[in-house]
């Protein structure tokens, strides 16, 4: 991999986006957003993984992030792996009516690759951009929660329950992840 592509200050917040293949609107069921909740939660009490600020859409997930113990690069490889899994079995096992359709995608996904695996759910990389700048954390914390506006699924940042908009709005949301704002 690039160094590039590389988390190379873990403690430096850290811009992040995570993509469906195909960009398929997966992120639409509350049991997938769920399984990305559980997993981050995880990831914040297991492996020092601070959150910043995050949003998460119908085909991608963009968050801010920094960790102090655990590289950023192994933890986000962990994450991807472990809700792949995840995802795939859920899908599996819920009433899913696009079921055969999805696995069918991520399958194909997978035999297109040289890895291995059964079923391939997120796109390979994360495209890390250091924020070592108050401009630079500005602009991709509004540019995350302004992104379910901007793509016309709803007409509020507040409207759009994943998300950390309201955690910056000095408004408290039980069951939201916990952030630590930037501001």
């Known amino acids: 991999m690039s160094e590039r592509y590389k988390v190379i200050d873990s403690e430096t917040p850290t811009f992040v986006t995570f993509t469906?293949?195909?960009w398929v609107d997966l992120?639409?069921?509350?049991?997938?957003?769920?399984i990305l909740y559980d997993s981050l939660e995880y990831c914040i009490k297991e492996k020092?993984?601070?959150?910043?600020?995050?949003?998460?859409m119908t085909s991608h997930v963009h968050l801010i992030l920094t960790s102090s113990s655990v590289p950023l690069n192994a933890i986000i490889r962990d994450f991807k792996?472990?809700?792949?899994?995840?995802?795939i079995k859920a899908i599996k096992e819920i009433p899913e009516s696009r079921r055969e359709w999805l696995l069918n995608k991520f399958s194909y996904a997978a035999n297109r690759t040289i890895r291995g695996s059964h079923y391939k759910v997120w796109q390979d990389g994360f495209h890390p951009v250091l924020l070592d700048t108050n401009k630079k954390l500005k602009q991709r914390v509004d540019y995350i929660h302004y992104n379910p506006i901007d793509t016309g699924l709803v007409d509020a940042e507040s409207n759009w329950a994943h998300s950390s908009y309201l955690a910056y709005s000095g408004d408290e949301i039980s069951g939201h992840l916990p952030i630590?704002?930037?501001?």
């Open 81 to 87: 792996k472990h809700t792949s899994r995840e995802l």
């Open 20 to 22: 469906i293949v195909g």
């Open 180 to 183: 630590i704002t930037l501001w």
């Open 48 to 56: 020092g993984l601070r959150i910043h600020a995050f949003v998460f």
């Open 27 to 34: 992120f639409i069921r509350r049991d997938y957003t769920n």
